[in-house]
């Protein structure tokens, strides 16, 4: 079995690489420390699973999990994260992943996850389904009603990423950016970077720390 393992943080990446090695008896883990390397080693490897972390440094770990499943639909993708908010969850399997977990999990979490996504069946982190199940889409105050691209491009300016930075990361154009910046603003009802950013970590889709230095400051519009 061949498992892709693509988070940008050694110390996470290298320890799920030993435990998994130590609960499967045949494995051979791949690590990629970005999503473009992780891209790129599923496209040389062709793994059986993908173990993918949502935040990394270059693209999201939504964006390289549709583009992977836009070129294989039978890709085995199982993501796993430091967030347990259920609209990254929710995101997450409307990409088309087969699974979710929190890192803080145990290790036999992380074993039934592997088991259950190899035989292609869903799983999902119990406590984070049993949410999930209770969810209601009312409280999320036009999320659960924003489209996957939009969410990503949601999560880049909250983070205070710039429009033209963001439009490489997703290979559209500036003005694409814009356009769903707008609808984005429409459907959460927000005008200023501080209300976009205050709706971000108030939802958990991002924490204070992501906020990079440089984003505008708090009374700023947001781009147009």
């Not at 500036?174 to 976009?196: D, E, I, P």
Request: with cysteine.
């Amino acid at each position: 079995m061949k498992i892709l393992l693509i988070d940008d943080h050694a110390v996470v990446r290298q320890g799920y690489a030993s435990l998994l090695s130590a609960m499967l008896d045949t494995c051979h883990i791949l690590e990629a420390s970005t999503g473009a390397d992780g891209f790129a080693l599923w496209q040389q490897h062709t793994p059986d699973l993908i173990i993918l972390d949502i935040h990394l440094p270059d693209l999201t770990g939504l964006e390289i999990g549709r583009r992977i499943l836009q070129r294989e639909a039978s890709t085995r993708i199982l993501f796993f994260s430091m967030y347990d908010e259920l609209p990254m969850v929710q995101q997450a399997l409307d990409v088309g992943a087969l699974g979710y977990i929190s890192k803080s999990g145990s290790p036999e979490v992380l074993l039934e996850a592997v088991t259950r996504v190899m035989q292609g069946k869903p799983y999902v982190e119990h406590e984070l389904a049993m949410r999930l199940a209770m969810h209601r889409p009312v409280d999320e105050r036009g999320l659960s009603d924003i489209t996957p691209r939009e969410f990503e491009i949601f999560v880049m300016l909250a983070k205070g990423l710039p429009s033209k930075t963001i439009a490489e990361h997703l290979c559209v154009s500036v003005k694409t950016v814009a356009n769903h910046t707008a609808l984005l603003k429409s459907k959460l009802q927000v005008t200023s970077t501080a209300q976009f950013v205050h709706l971000a970590i108030q939802f958990g889709v991002i924490k204070l720390g992501e906020i990079q230095s440089g984003a505008p400051a708090s009374g700023e519009q947001l781009p147009h």
